[in-house]
């Protein structure tokens, strides 16, 4: 019966498309490691990692980052490729899926935040990854603030 209960579960996971994890890197250590993997170096001194999402379903993936980084750190990120959102950009969000996830994310865990009526600045890639046939990542940066949110997506 247990054998039964656990073929069933494994089962009903091949026939969703592959089993959904998902993992809050909780130490600084592997908040480090998810940045370096995200951005493709480890954060420079200056960058303190203060979340990390890493959630799987299927063949999908997706991250959330939130870090603090002054403005010349912050210039470092985004110059690997990053592209400056317009106005324009941020209010149609049906134009792209970041913009979408900018409004609301579906996976976002409890700690996230989006950018409500506040004063921000978006930085975007689409498409971010070549190992996938669609992928996005963007960040925001609230006004005022060193804090950077940053999430991304493929699939």
């Not at 203060?50 to 110059?79: K, M, W």
């Not at 592209?83 to 913009?99: D, F, K, V």
């Not at 600045?121 to 990542?137: A, I, L, M, N, T």
């Amino acid at each position: 019966n247990k054998n039964f209960r656990y073929l069933s579960l494994i089962s009903m996971c091949f026939l969703l498309g592959g089993c959904v994890s998902s993992c809050d890197s909780i130490s600084q250590r592997g908040r480090n490691e998810e940045f370096a993997n995200e951005f493709g170096f480890a954060p420079m001194t200056g960058i303190e990692v203060l979340h990390c999402n890493t959630y799987q379903v299927g063949d999908c993936y997706g991250r959330f980052i939130v870090f603090n980084a002054n403005e010349t750190n912050l210039e470092r990120v985004v110059s690997a490729g990053f592209t400056n959102a317009t106005a324009e950009q941020i209010a149609t969000p049906w134009g792209s899926i970041w913009r979408q996830h900018l409004a609301k994310s579906p996976q976002a865990p409890k700690w996230w935040r989006t950018p409500g009526t506040n004063k921000f600045r978006v930085y975007y890639k689409e498409p971010s990854r070549k190992d996938f046939s669609g992928s996005f990542h963007y960040l925001w940066i609230e006004e005022g603030s060193q804090i950077v949110y940053s999430e991304s997506a493929g699939w």
